[in-house]
T-cell receptor, first 115, second 113 residues
Framework: AQTVTQSQPEMSVQEAETVTLSCTYD???????LFWYKQPPSRQMILVIR??????QNATENRFSVNFQKAAKSFSLKISDSQLGDTAMYFC????????????FGTGTRLTIIP | ETGVTQTPRHLVMGMTNKKSLKCEQH?????MYWYKQSAKKPLELMFV???????ENNSVPSRFSPECPNSSHLFLHLHTLQPEDSALYLC????????????FGSGTRLTVV
């Protein structure tokens, strides 16, 4: 069974600073996808960034980037130039077993951006 | 309208009531999901519908009954719930085998009194 671990329940950072959220996962699969989702107080889960395991290049989306270390099974999210709107719960998630895919989530990190 | 729409947004029900949660996706996806999100607990996958067929039922009590009449609509029928069933219920959809992840609705905040 796959597991996803987020070891930081809460983090806070000053506006405009850079913050890194950590995530590790466990799987025996070789082909899978990793995701970071954001859940603001509005409750809707929003996809932030996606990484394909067979791609060595780290994914980036504007101020969001990942550090994907496949051998270490690590998938951290870096938020640069943090903004007040980045305040949210952040969930790391994992999918494999395509055809009957189930998204497995970590327990989340509550990120607060301080003005 | 695009995305995944859930109704109602909030629901308060007594333990003897019967109610239904509705989810509709406008993305042409072929799989839909119900998740339960409780405070201080990981997200719990409840049901998976893949091409309208239920492929997963994670030991969910029978007081929760899903229904998927077509690939765009998903319901969660509720009856004789317990206070511990109070939670945020999230619906999601995906295109299977694309690895694109799920698209979520805004959830229904359920309170059982």
């Amino acid at each position: 069974a796959q597991t996803v671990t987020q070891s930081q329940p809460e983090m806070s950072v000053q506006e405009a600073e850079t913050v890194t959220l950590s995530c590790t996962y466990d799987t025996s699969e070789n082909n899978y996808y990793l995701f970071w989702y954001k859940q603001p107080p509005s409750r809707q889960m929003i996809l932030v960034i996606r990484q394909e395991a067979y791609k060595q290049q780290n994914a980036t989306e504007n101020r969001f980037s990942v550090n994907f270390q496949k051998a270490a099974k690590s998938f951290s999210l870096k938020i640069s130039d943090s903004q007040l709107g980045d305040t949210a719960m952040y969930f790391c998630a994992f999918i494999s077993n395509f055809g009957n895919e189930k998204l497995t989530f970590g327990t989340g990190t509550r990120l607060t951006i301080i003005p | 309208e695009t995305g995944v729409t859930q109704t109602p947004r909030h629901l308060v029900m007594g333990m003897t009531n019967k109610k239904s949660l509705k989810c509709e996706q406008h993305l042409g996806h072929n799989a839909m999901y119900w998740y339960k999100q409780s405070a201080k607990k990981p997200l719990e996958l409840m049901f998976v519908y893949n091409f309208k067929e239920q492929t997963e039922n994670n030991s969910v009590p029978s007081r929760f009954s899903p229904e998927c009449p077509n690939s765009s609509h998903l319901f969660l029928h509720l009856h004789t719930l317990q206070p511990e069933d109070s939670a945020l219920y999230l619906c999601a959809s995906s295109q299977v085998s694309r690895g694109t992840g799920y698209t979520f609705g805004s959830g229904t905040r359920l309170t059982v009194v």
